[in-house]
């Protein structure tokens, strides 16, 4: 019996080793990893550090305004849907081929989180979003004396 995995890069298994090769590079390049890895959504980093959590996100080519940032039962979401306008009167399209742009990244927020203090910013093709932890408070030392 042979295990095998699933390769994205080469993913008939044939006797025949140059025509998988000619397979691979023939096929559009979405069909390559199908609904393995969305295409459409971009990449995140999070950052922690003492005053909280920072999120970043890399949108390019999208306005401020096309985002929706919420938070819902400790739960941020991060959205984006965005339809291509028509072209303005007297434009005509040589080669059009996108019309539409969604996404959404949900992320569970961790307890210390102040939800009602997040604050997001889109600056260069980033979003980044502020998540600043909950004050805690600071127990004071105290000496007690034994009777």
Do not use: C, W
Request: glycine share 4%; proline share 6%.
């Amino acid at each position: 019996m042979t295990l095998v995995k699933f390769n994205p890069f080469f993913p008939a298994v044939s006797k025949d080793l140059d025509q998988a090769v000619t397979d691979f590079f023939n096929r559009p390049i979405g069909s390559v990893f199908k609904d393995e890895i969305p295409f459409n959504t971009p990449a995140v980093n999070i950052h922690e550090s003492d005053k909280g959590y920072a999120v970043s996100l890399a949108a390019p080519g999208l306005e401020k305004d096309d985002f929706v940032v919420d938070v819902e039962n400790g739960i941020l979401n991060i959205s984006v849907e965005k339809e291509q306008k028509e072209l303005p009167e007297g434009v005509k399209a040589t080669r059009k081929e996108f019309s539409y742009y969604k996404f959404k990244h949900s992320f569970t927020l961790p307890e210390d989180v102040d939800s009602s203090k997040i604050k997001a910013e889109y600056q260069n093709g980033v979003l980044n979003i502020d998540l600043p932890r909950k004050a805690t408070k600071v127990l004071k030392a105290k000496k007690i004396q034994v009777k």
